[in-house]
T-cell receptor
Framework: KAGVTQTPRYLIKTRGQQVTLSCSPI?????VSWYQQTPGQGLQFLFE???????NKGNFPGRFSGRQFSNSRSEMNVSTLELGDSALYLC????????????????FGAGSRLTVL | KQEVTQIPAALSVPEGENLVLNCSFT??????LQWFRQDPGKGLTSLLL?????REQTSGRLNASLDKSSGRSTLYIAASQPGDSATYLC?????????FGAGTRLTVKP
């Protein structure tokens, strides 16, 4: 079965612009979570969506937002981009979220690498 | 605030050697702990998940242990192979607060 698909894989933006990243989960998975990975801060949790509702949110400013559609596909948006937003953005899907459960192991996509100039 | 630390940051071993990766956390009130591997430029692959009520989990050549009272987890890799070369991350769930370690970069030399 198809894995988690993230688009675009690479993109370059300039400061002040906004960006939208897309994540298509594994078929049947209803939870999508997003993460930011940078050399300085490592991997950090952004937010999790389940059935079109945001269930958990990490410690990021309001410039970072997301949504989930009825088909479980998810998008995240970053507005007013800053240089520090340059990162690899990863999404992961699982059956019912609460990645804590052994029955709902996270499956990650390959990521979207954002460069802000 | 949960802090997750992984030691060592990098490790290089010859093929066939057994090795241990370490993960420590400051808040023992965890829901579970999970180990991942990440290959360069790629996403994460889940290896093992240990629930807070468990002491260890095994999958093939991998064994992960959890000691909540001391705030430690170890990932044991037996008979290492060059294909094991990757960055290994541990992640701790404090019930809606997920924290990742910085990872251990493992190189297994043929």
């Amino acid at each position: 079965k198809a894995g988690v698909t993230q688009t675009p894989r690479y993109l370059i933006k300039t400061r002040g612009q906004q960006v939208t990243l897309s994540c298509s989960p594994i078929s049947g998975h209803r939870s999508v979570s997003w993460y930011q990975q940078t050399p300085g801060q490592g991997l950090q949790f952004l937010f999790e969506y389940f059935s079109e509702t945001q269930r958990n949110k990490g410690n990021f400013p309001g410039r970072f937002s997301g949504r989930q559609f009825s088909n479980s596909r998810s998008e995240m948006n970053v507005s007013t981009l800053e240089l520090g937003d340059s990162a690899l953005y990863l999404c992961a899907s699982s059956l019912t979220g609460r990645w804590s459960s052994g029955a709902n192991v996270l499956t990650f996509g390959a990521g979207s690498r954002l460069t802000v100039l | 605030k949960q802090e997750v630390t992984q030691i060592p940051a990098a490790l290089s071993v010859p093929e066939g050697e057994n090795l241990v990766l370490n993960c420590s956390f400051t808040d023992s009130a965890i829901y579970n702990l999970q180990w991942f591997r990440q290959d360069p430029g790629k996403g994460l692959t889940s290896l093992l998940l240990i629930q807070s009520s468990q002491r260890e989990q095994t999958s093939g050549r991998l064994n992960a242990s959890l000691d909540k009272s001391s705030g430690r987890s170890t990932l044991y890799i037996a008979a290492s192979q060059p294909g094991d070369s990757a960055t290994y991350l541990c992640a701790v769930d404090n019930n809606n607060d997920m924290r990742f370690g910085a990872g251990t970069r493992l190189t297994v030399k043929p």
